[in-house]
């Protein structure tokens, strides 16, 4: 009887988490005691749900408990350690009872597992809903709003229609009125010209010089001035307006869209799979995925020079009457192309000078500074070929790679951005491949340029 007594005393400084003597004991704040190493473990894998809680009551802390070794229980298990009541004979009732705690232990996890599970489970729910809410708000919202802007449109296009018939109904009144007066004026004309001619075959000279004064008055001519005819461009100023205000409206949509589509983009970047396709071989199949682009002034160095309808770039020495922008590149002499790129895009560059960098990049990358995460090539937001006269080398977040192939004054860059697919090659009469990289691309991506001083670099026009 005194050994079991023992033995439910040694129970008493048991770690219910691994059901040994405590080691390092630690007591919480409800009271149960632990191994600190178990406990901490256990509390580990609450780290994510950022909830804390009591292996046997289940009390919960909102806050990861600071645990301190308490001495004393320390004290009272070396004690039991030293007195061999480890070794002691099992009993095998005791034993039953060790494996019956431990079963509830089990249990207990299992239960809270399953609870946590549960929780998981509902808050996937309440996300799956919260997801459908918002993309049904959205839709209804943007449906509202194009509705607006569509009925504004038409409302404004209506009012030019308006005014320009309105316009052409004064204009054509004036001038048919113009018309019949100068109709009038030939038809009297005409008549006096009879009269004159009658009155020229009159034999009776004193009949004649008795007529002639009333036949020969004329009434006064239509004043030449108000019969000027305009050219003929009545309404195209008007047109030009128009046409203005649309080029507008796409710049403004298209710079907009690109903010409103990328979170969908990079969703359908990270969840869609990518497609196996052939790859281009020769330019002409290259050609079938050209893509039109231009640069962006926003994010020009002030250095830097456009020009072509901002096709062209070239780096002068004075500095460009641009606004303070924070999209411009404020160090190096780098822009961005205001067209974002998915799926398979291919461009061409000519360049001349000491050297010119063709690069792609992600929108968020480092505009400020002069530190390397401003820099194509030196981050993992960027990758760029730097073409010097004589030499390549490819750079992406700041390792070098030497090519090894003589320069050309053109490059083409191919771009698979589902398949993670980036190509750089050298345009002569053959197409010859300098560096392909394969990677994942997360974000839609931007042709981007850096030059050095005197050098220029222009995007070709290939369609």
Known sequence: MAQKGVQLDRQTFCCSICLDLLNDPVGLSCGHSYCMSCIEKHWDGEDKRRMYSCPDCRQTFTQRPVLMKNAMLAALVEQLKKTGLQAAPADHGYAGFERQRELEVSRLNIQQRIQDREKDVKLLLQEVEAISRSADKAVEDSEKIFTQLIRLLQKRSSDVKQQIRSQQETEVNRVTKLQEKLQQEITEL???DAELKKLSHTEDHNQFLHNYPSVSQLSEPTDSSS???????????????VSELRDLLQDILRDKWTNISVTETEMDVLLSEPQPEPEPKTRTEFLQYSCDI???????????????????????????????????????????????????CYWEVDWIGRAVCVAVAYKNISRRGDSRECRFGFNAKSWMLNCHTNIYNFWFNNIHTPVSNPCSSRVGVYLDHRAGILSFYRVSETMTLLHRVQTTFTQPLYAGLCLYYGATAEFCQLK
């Open 227 to 241: 019969i000027n005819i305009r050219p003929l461009r009545y309404f195209e100023d008007v047109s030009a307006a």
């Open 294 to 344: 231009t640069l962006d002034p926003n994010t020009a160095h002030s250095y830097l020079l456009l020009s072509e309808g901002n096709r062209k770039v070239e780096a002068m020495r004075q500095q460009q009457s641009y606004s303070c922008h924070p999209d411009r590149f404020t160090n190096w002499y780098q822009v961005l192309s205001r067209e974002s790129l998915t799926g398979r």
């Open 190 to 192: 005409k008549r006096k």
